[in-house]
Every structure is written in structure tokens, then in C-alpha cells.
């Protein structure tokens, strides 16, 4: 058997237990631990991703008394009540097929005093380390020393309640139990010190109960093993054949594995400088026989399978994977896979790669962090001052920046500052530090004040990206250029900005509102396609051509053809492309008007809309795509007899000429100008809408001035479901998840699983033209936009039908009729009042029942500018506009005069790629 092959095949511990194969992963420090070293969720599924291929993992130190804490964030074992969050660790790591260790330990005279509430850290003798500011330590008194030994015992016992199949005694970095064997750190003259056999005890000692307490709680199958430091730099302190002295009196006790701790598995000696043998060396030839018994482990410097191979050379029999297993959470198929590998991480990848925020900050893993999310912009180096501005809050902040990245955000101190603002900085700081951009999601319950953050990181960056400009001889003022210019941040502008960088186009995104998103972000129900692998995986028969026919009854036969035959086509494609992109919609539900669940949407059942544009923004940072906010096109440049550029002008009354190839309108449709739907649909007077204030329809106004035509401009669609209060839009899927609509005298009156325009007729054709979404505890349970309905103060609830029908002002006994017979089409999934054939889900029969009282309100504009099926606008006479597209709402046709319930989103992440991508050929043709 070849080296190589050695490392991935299993091994045989002196006690039997076999590892199935030679590599662990190295106990690192996460300082992830919280509330006085409990384990978090993060930390779980930290250890949980990276168990699986590597035989063992080796969980970080754990301290077993509360003074024993080397660095913050450290995780205990000192305590019964750790047990629990410990054992979700071993379990996480267990689950995966890989034997799962913990180490432990007490830092001695290693703590600060800061970590422990300001007292003293203890050690064998009042010595301080030689390093500036270090406390002196208290001695521990004889009993002390007794009693610590006796923790170390306990944290073995609750290491074994935990499940963990071993410990790791961490003797060594400096800490407690080095300390014990150190001549410089051990003055003591009891039992515990003087001579060199003397300081052997405490270590021995350690051992002794942790064998103890397996022979107790365990079985022969409990690993023990034990982590040294060769040598010290103290003087006195220990030397290499001290250490030799060590390790055979600890193989004369027993001992499942030798951790040889050093920064790199080959190193020579620290303190005999002459001699550049690797210790290893040395090591192998001065064990003896019954030392070279016990399985010596290697660490440090691991990366590639070269290294691994090299470390069973000298000698060691197994391998410890420390910073790869933290970059590569897979490392060991891909070291077995025979991939070489460097050792970095993308800055863009925490969240990817389960690495928990405080190791992120760490200095072990911030050396690592390579930042692929740079814009290709260079900032003047300082430290800009902002202002922060919300409704309630003026706060100044300080951004630091490096030519290349944003290195700090720091808030002025400032007594007006609210605690929650101060709370939710924090976490926007971190944010924007670890995306090195301020495009990163709000906080959830401090929108307005982390966009007010946002807003101010990304002024100071336009300033010094200008300072820099000007500091390089450059003019700030000239024209930008760009491959592709993208008019809106709503999904359709994303996606075509993701696929036109991808395609290899340089790509601005502007967008005149000042946050990203559009009206997308508001987008709840979820995105259709047929014929998908996601539904392929749930069992779900579906076919493009229905979803076709569906769509063109639901448009009442008025869609453009040949754009719904593209659509169809190419919606499996897309549910891909935004998988690829890690933005997964694999929970699929239903919407009106279609037969079949073709809805896709997050597997938690939350809304669409924020979770695509949150995916899509990190998307546009990994690729350093440039976007202005706050920033409107006030025109498109045509010169030549093609598009050569846009106008902007800012919220600074600033107007610049960007110059560029192609033009990409995705401005989205225009609900919100209610002038411009009274113009089309006098009747839509005073009708509230759901669509947020950018709706506006100035992008088709762009494009009609030069030439574009528009068509279907009166197909208004008014969502059924609007709550009037907020103009929020109540789901379509409460109703897709078995809700019923009920008017004032307590009766269903339509089918609720028609189409839109359909549904909201029915509700305006009521006396009181409005009516109640009607659903139980069951369709809450399985809809996480009923919550968010509820804390928004929209739902009425009641414990049973009657008291719903009480609060409402209903006849009691009507509604609970209504509930009977509608439960009764449920059993026979046949609605002989209405004709309901979808949806027909379950009773609505279990309290709470809830209730919200709901109009229709002006939702989509399906009219906009012509375009091609490959997304290139088109004049009166049917001519393409060269290096015009459009994408998204702002196209009319699709839809026909009525559009279905996840077909927006459909439609914007379908042509928005495809506009991306030909408006990339076209730039770059
Ligand atoms: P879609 O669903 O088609 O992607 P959205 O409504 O989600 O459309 O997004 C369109 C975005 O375009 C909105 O954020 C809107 O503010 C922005 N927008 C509209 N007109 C302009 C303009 N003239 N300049 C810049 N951005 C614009």
C-alpha cells in the first residue's frame, strides 16, 4: 500500500477502537461559546459540516473551571448544565460517521484577568508568564491543586454524558497542566514541584482520574489522548528530552494517541536554533519501545494530501487538519479527490462555508479571508465621517477604508443614541464588513435604521472612490463606461446584471429608490415553473404545455405567444440558475389558476421576495458589480441609431453621462402612479395599491423616447387580497394553503382559487366590498406569512368559529355552517357551491381560527414596451432599438390581461437572464 493510500484507510488505536482513517480535525479556538461557554446552534452545525469524510474530530478546548478561560467566547465544561449543549455537538459530529473528541483544559496563568471578572488567574506558583501585561497568578494552595484535578475528573465524566467516544488532555500551549511541568511556571517546593519527576505529577495526575472516570462511565472504547508542547522559551524551562521524560512516564499510564502541538508538523527545535532537524526526528529516535507504542498525531501546516503524505513519512501515524478544515469543510474528499488546494477563503463565503461570526473575526481565520468581493474601484485611504439619518436618529459614524477594502465602521460616541440602535449597528457593521460592501440585508426590526447605515457606508466610499480619482490626476466628473447599463434593482435588473457579468460584460446597476429590491422584495407567494427537478423530487407530475394553457386562460387568451412559449420553456432552467446561485426555491405550493403545486418558494414557506433579493445582492457583491442608489435615469442616450448610454441624476441633484453598449430597462411596471392607472382605468380611481413607491412606470417613458412601443397598457390587474389599513397584500397562499373568503353575513360567495381579476370582481361586486380571509391553526402552522400577518396586527383570532364570528360582527351560527359544508367539499375534494377544484387542502376545523378583512388594490400593470422573445425592445414597426432590452414588469405581453399568481417572479428571473445575456453578446459582439 502506496503513502498516499495509508492515510485515507482506517487505523487501529492501543485500545481497539478503530478511526476510519488517519485524519482529524485539529481543536480550534472558535470563540463562538455564549453565555459563559455555552454552545450555540452555529457552533453545532460548525462542528456538523465538517464531520462526515475525516475519521475524528477533535472539538475545541473546553475549560473545566470558571477561572481556566484563555480566550473570550471559550466554551466550558465546568458545569452539569454544559452537558447538554456539548452532547448536540457530539451528536451533530457522531451523525455524520466521525468519532468526535473534546479537549480540555485550564489556561493557568494564561487568562486575563478581564476573561474571569477581573480577578486573578491561579497557576501552580504566584509567577507571571514573560509576556508585557501579564497578571501574576495566585499560587493554588495543595488543596487547590487536589480540587483542580478533581474538575479535570468531573469534565471527563461530563465529556462521557455528552457522548463523546474520547478527551483530548490538552498539556500543552503554555496552560495549566504545562504550567505544572514547567520550571519556570513551577516553583513549588510540596509535592507538586521541585525536581523535574516532581512536576511530572500534576500532568500524571490528570491522566490518572481521566482513566479513572472512563473506568467509571465508560468503556475500553473511551479514547484518551494527550496534547504536548515539545519545548518552552522560558528560562528555565522545558527542553525537548524534559519532555521525552514526560511522555514516557504518560505511556507508562496508558494512552490511546500523542498530539505533537507545533505550528508546523515538520519544525525543528525553538530553542536549540542549530539544529534544524524536525523534532519528529528526534523524537522517533529517542522513544523508546513502549512510547513508540502509543500513535504519535502531527499537526500544523496541513493542506494538501502532499502534506499528509509527508507527515506519515516522518513518522507520525496520524494527521491533524486544522485552518483547511475550516476553509474546506469538505477537505478530505477533496484532498482524496486529489485536488490541490490553497489555503484561502472567499470573503463572500462565512454563511457558505458554517463559519460562525466571532471565528470569522478571529485572527486564525481573518489571515485566511481573501476578498473576491472588491470592486475593481480604488478608495483613498482614511477614515471618511458620515452622517446616519433616520426618522429618529442622527448619528455620525467613521468609515475606514484601505485603498482596496472598508477596514472599520466605528459609531461616534453619542448620548442620544438609542440602545436598539446601538444593537442593531453592531450587526450591520459586521455585515458590511464581512460583504466589504454596504449591499447587505437590513436588520430584521431595524429596516430604517440599517439602511440609514447603508446609506451613509456607501456615500463614504462614492467620496473617496472620487478622492482617489482625483488624487491619481483623474477627472471624478468624466464618464463612466460600461459594457451593460441596468436600470433597476428589482429581480428582474439583478438577475440580467448576475448573467451579463457572467457572460463577461463590465455591469452598472442604478436604481433610483434607496434601497435594492424594488417591488420584488414584496413579491410573497413564490416563483412557477413546470416540470422542475424540484418537483420531479416531490412527486410532483406536472408539464411545461399546461402550465401554457393554464397561463393563456388565466391572460384570457390575450398573452404574447411567443413570449409565453419562451417563458415555459425556459422556467425549469431558471429554478436552476437560482439554485446554482444558492438561492434554492424547493418548497412548492399553489397559486389561483393553476392546477397543479408549480409555486415555487423557500423550504421554510416564508416569502419570496426578500429571500431572492437577498440571494441576488450577494450574488452582485461576489461579482463586484458596480450599483449606484439613490440614482435615477432621466433619459437613455441614442446616438447613431443606437443606444449609447444613460443621464442620471442623483438625490444630490448631480447629473453624470454614463456611457455604454447596451441598455437594460428593468424598472418594473407602474401601480404606484396612480395618474398614469387612472389614465388607462378611469374605474381605478382611489384604489389603494400594493406595489412600493418606485413603481412609477418612468422606464417605459425611457424607452418610448426612443421609439419603443408599448402594448396591453389598460390590463391592470387588482390584487384580490389588499389589507386597506397598510395597503399590504395579504398572500395568495393562505388561500393556496386551504383558506376560505367569507363576506359580512358569514358566507363563502366565489371560488377562491379563480384568477385574480376574477376573485376581486367577485369582492367589489359585494355590498360592502370587502371581505375575510378565513383560515385556521393548520394553514397558520404551514405559512410563515400568517405570523408575519399577525405581528403586523392584521389578523383577528378567536379559539373557536363563534368567537371568530363574534368579533368579526358575523352570525355565529352562518360562519359555522360556512365552515361545516366548506369542510364537507374538503372530504369529498369537490366544491358543489362554487367549483373550487384546488386547494381543497384540509378542514378548517382547528383553533385558533383567524380572520383578515381584506379589498382589492391595484397590484400589477401587464402593459409595458414590446420586446422580442430574447428580451430586445421593439419599435411601432416591429424593429429592434440596437442595445435597448428590457426585462421584468416594465414588458407588456406576457401576461396577457391577467397575470397569475408566481408568474411575476417567473417572468423577471426568466427574461431578466436572458436580457443579461443578450445585452452581454450584443456589448461585446
Ligand atoms: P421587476 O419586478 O420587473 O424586477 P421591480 O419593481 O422589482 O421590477 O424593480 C424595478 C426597480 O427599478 C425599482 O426598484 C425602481 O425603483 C427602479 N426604477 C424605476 N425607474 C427607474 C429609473 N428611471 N432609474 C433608476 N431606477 C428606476
Same mark, same amino acid.
Given at each position: 500500500m502506496s503513502i498516499s493510500d495509508r492515510i485515507l484507510m482506517p487505523f487501529t488505536l492501543p485500545n481497539g477502537v478503530e478511526l476510519k482513517n488517519r485524519l482529524l480535525m485539529a481543536p480550534m479556538t472558535?470563540?463562538?461559546?455564549? !453565555?459563559?461557554g455555552m454552545v450555540s446552534a452555529e457552533l453545532v452545525e460548525y462542528y456538523r459540516v465538517r464531520a462526515?469524510?475525516?475519521?475524528t474530530v477533535i472539538v475545541e478546548c473546553c475549560f473545566?473551571?470558571?477561572?481556566?478561560?484563555?480566550?473570550?467566547?471559550a466554551i466550558g465544561i465546568?458545569?452539569?448544565?454544559k452537558i447538554a449543549g456539548l452532547a448536540q455537538i457530539a451528536r451533530a459530529i457522531k451523525s455524520q460517521g466521525s468519532k468526535a473528541i473534546l479537549q480540555i483544559y485550564h489556561g493557568g496563568r494564561m487568562v486575563e484577568p478581564e476573561l474571569i471578572g477581573g480577578r486573578s488567574p491561579v497557576a501552580p506558583s504566584a509567577i507571571a508568564a514573560p =509576556? +508585557?501585561?501579564a497578571a501574576k497568578p495566585l499560587a493554588l494552595t495543595a488543596e487547590q491543586v487536589e480540587y483542580t484535578i478533581s474538575q479535570f475528573g468531573d469534565g471527563v465524566r461530563r465529556a462521557i454524558a455528552a457522548g463523546f467516544d474520547g478527551v483530548e488532555?490538552?498539556?500543552?500551549?503554555?496552560?495549566l497542566i504545562q504550567q505544572f511541568y514547567s520550571p519556570h511556571s513551577n516553583q513549588r517546593s510540596? =509535592?507538586? &514541584?521541585?525536581?523535574r519527576d516532581k512536576r511530572t505529577r500534576f500532568p500524571l495526575a490528570v491522566l490518572d482520574i481521566t482513566h479513572r472516570m472512563a473506568r467509571e462511565y465508560a468503556d475500553d472504547a473511551f479514547i484518551i489522548g494527550y496534547r504536548f508542547s515539545? /519545548?518552552?522559551? +522560558?528560562?528555565p524551562g522545558i527542553r525537548f528530552d524534559d519532555t521525552m521524560y514526560l511522555l514516557e512516564k504518560l505511556a507508562d499510564r496508558g494512552l490511546h494517541y500523542l498530539h505533537f502541538s507545533m *505550528?508546523?508538523?515538520?519544525r525543528p527545535s525553538i530553542v536549540d536554533t542549530?539544529?534544524? =532537524?524536525p523534532l519528529i526526528e528526534k523524537y522517533i529516535a529517542m522513544r523508546s519501545v513502549k512510547l513508540a507504542q502509543v500513535p504519535v498525531m502531527g499537526v500544523g501546516g496541513v493542506v494538501n494530501k502532499s502534506d499528509t503524505d509527508l507527515a506519515l513519512e516522518h513518522g507520525y501515524d496520524l494527521v491533524a487538519v486544522g485552518k483547511a478544515c475550516i476553509a474546506y469543510p469538505d477537505w478530505t474528499d477533496r484532498i482524496a479527490s486529489q485536488q490541490i488546494l490553497?489555503?484561502?477563503?472567499? @470573503?463572500?463565503?462565512r454563511e457558505a462555508l458554517t463559519i460562525p461570526e466571532p471565528l470569522w473575526r478571529f485572527s486564525l481565520v481573518d489571515a485566511m479571508i481573501r476578498d473576491m468581493?472588491?470592486?475593481?474601484k480604488k478608495f483613498k485611504p482614511g477614515v471618511f465621517r458620515q452622517k446616519v439619518q433616520d426618522a429618529d436618529t442622527q448619528l455620525m459614524i467613521n468609515v475606514s477604508l484601505e485603498t482596496d477594502r472598508i477596514t472599520d465602521i466605528t459609531l461616534e460616541p453619542?448620548? @442620544?443614541?438609542?440602545v436598539a440602535f446601538v444593537t442593531s449597528f453592531d450587526t450591520i457593521r459586521s455585515r458590511i464588513l464581512d460583504a466589504n460592501s454596504p449591499h447587505v440585508d437590513a436588520v430584521s426590526g431595524a429596516t430604517t435604521q440599517s439602511e440609514a447605515v447603508k446609506k451613509a457606508v456607501a456615500k463614504a466610499l462614492a467620496i473617496s472612490c472620487k478622492a482617489q480619482i482625483v488624487a491619481e490626476g483623474? !477627472?471624478?466628473?468624466e464618464a463612466q463606461r460600461y459594457d451593460v447599463v441596468v436600470i433597476g434593482s428589482g429581480g428582474a435588473g439583478l438577475a440580467a446584471a448576475i448573467q451579463a457579468s457572467d457572460d463577461g460584460a463590465s455591469v452598472l446597476i442604478i436604481e433610483k429608490?434607496? %434601497?435594492?429590491? *424594488?417591488? #420584488?422584495?414584496?413579491?410573497s407567494v413564490g416563483m412557477n415553473a413546470a416540470e422542475t427537478r424540484f418537483q420531479k423530487l416531490k412527486g410532483i407530475v406536472d408539464s411545461k404545455a399546461q402550465f401554457y394553457q393554464e397561463t393563456l386562460k388565466g391572460g384570457n387568451f390575450k398573452n404574447n405567444t411567443q413570449l409565453l412559449n419562451r417563458f415555459v420553456q425556459q422556467a425549469p432552467q431558471a429554478v436552476e440558475w437560482l439554485a446554482e446561485r444558492g438561492?434554492?426555491?424547493n418548497d412548492i405550493t399553489i397559486t389561483g389558476g393553476?392546477?397543479?403545486? $408549480?409555486?415555487h418558494r423557500p423550504a421554510d414557506g416564508s416569502a419570496v421576495g426578500g429571500f431572492l433579493i437577498s440571494g441576488l445582492v450577494k450574488n452582485i457583491n461576489k461579482r463586484s458589480i458596480d450599483l449606484m442608489l439613490d #440614482? @435615477?435615469?432621466s433619459e437613455i442616450l441614442y446616438t447613431d441609431g443606437a443606444v449609447s448610454g444613460v443621464r442620471v441624476i442623483n438625490d444630490d441633484q448631480e447629473q453624470q453621462t454614463i456611457i455604454s453598449k447596451s441598455v437594460i430597462v428593468a424598472? *418594473?411596471?407602474?401601480?404606484?402612479n396612480s395618474a398614469m392607472v387612472v389614465k388607462y382605468r378611469? +374605474?381605478?380611481?382611489?384604489f389603494v395599491t400594493?406595489?412600493?413607491? &418606485?413603481?412609477? &412606470?418612468g422606464g417605459i417613458a425611457l424607452l418610448e423616447a426612443i421609439g419603443a412601443a408599448t402594448v396591453d397598457m389598460g390590463e391592470i390587474q387588482i390584487h384580490p387580497?389588499?389589507?386597506?389599513?397598510? @395597503?399590504?397584500l395579504i398572500s395568495e397562499s393562505i388561500r393556496g394553503g386551504g383558506a376560505i373568503l367569507v363576506n359580512q353575513q358569514g358566507e363563502r360567495f366565489f371560488? /377562491?382559487? +379563480?384568477t385574480r381579476d376574477k376573485v376581486s370582481a367577485a369582492i367589489i361586486g359585494l355590498a360592502e366590498k370587502y371581505a375575510y380571509i378565513v383560515f385556521d391553526e393548520q394553514v397558520r402552522l404551514k405559512n410563515k406569512a400568517a405570523d408575519e400577518y399577525l405581528a403586523r396586527g392584521f389578523v383577528v383570532s378567536a379559539d373557536s368559529a363563534a368567537g371568530l364570528a363574534g368579533e368579526l360582527n358575523i352570525d355565529a351560527a352562518t360562519l359555522q355552517q360556512t365552515l361545516a359544508r366548506y369542510n364537507g367539499f374538503v372530504a369529498d375534494q369537490c366544491? #358543489?357551491?362554487? &367549483? $373550487?377544484? %384546488?386547494?381543497? $387542502?384540509?378542514?378548517?376545523?382547528?383553533?385558533p381560527f383567524y380572520a383578515i378583512r381584506i379589498a382589492p388594490g391595484v397590484h400589477h400593470?401587464? *402593459?409595458g414596451v414590446v420586446t422580442n422573445e430574447d428580451s430586445a425592445v421593439l419599435d411601432a414597426q416591429n424593429q429592434l432599438i440596437p442595445g435597448a432590452f428590457a426585462a421584468g414588469e416594465?414588458?407588456?405581453?406576457?401576461?396577457?390581461s391577467n397575470r397569475i399568481g408566481g408568474n411575476a417572479v417567473a417572468d423577471i428571473i426568466i427574461f431578466g437572464i436572458q436580457a443579461g445575456s443578450h445585452a452581454a453578446k450584443y456589448a461585446r459582439r
Open positions: 472558535t470563540c463562538t461559546g455564549i !453565555n459563559n462526515g469524510s475525516i475519521g473545566i473551571d470558571n477561572k481556566g478561560l484563555a480566550f473570550p467566547g465546568d458545569d452539569d448544565d =509576556r +508585557e501585561g488532555i490538552h498539556g500543552a500551549n503554555t496552560y510540596d =509535592r507538586w &514541584g521541585g525536581s515539545p /519545548e518552552e522559551l +522560558e528560562e *505550528g508546523y508538523f515538520l542549530g539544529d534544524s =532537524r490553497e489555503l484561502f477563503i472567499d @470573503s463572500t463565503q468581493s472588491l470592486s475593481a453619542d448620548a @442620544s443614541a438609542d483623474g !477627472n471624478p466628473t429608490m434607496p %434601497t435594492i429590491g *424594488g417591488n #420584488t422584495i414584496k413579491a438561492i434554492e426555491l393553476m392546477s397543479i403545486d $408549480r409555486t #440614482t @435615477s435615469v424598472s *418594473g411596471g407602474f401601480s404606484a378611469p +374605474e381605478l380611481a382611489g400594493t406595489n412600493h413607491q &418606485g413603481a412609477t &412606470g387580497t389588499v389589507e386597506q389599513q397598510t @395597503s399590504y371560488n /377562491e382559487m +379563480e366544491d #358543489t357551491d362554487f &367549483g $373550487r377544484k %384546488t386547494a381543497l $387542502r384540509q378542514p378548517i376545523s382547528q383553533g400593470t401587464m *402593459g416594465v414588458v407588456g405581453g406576457l401576461h396577457g
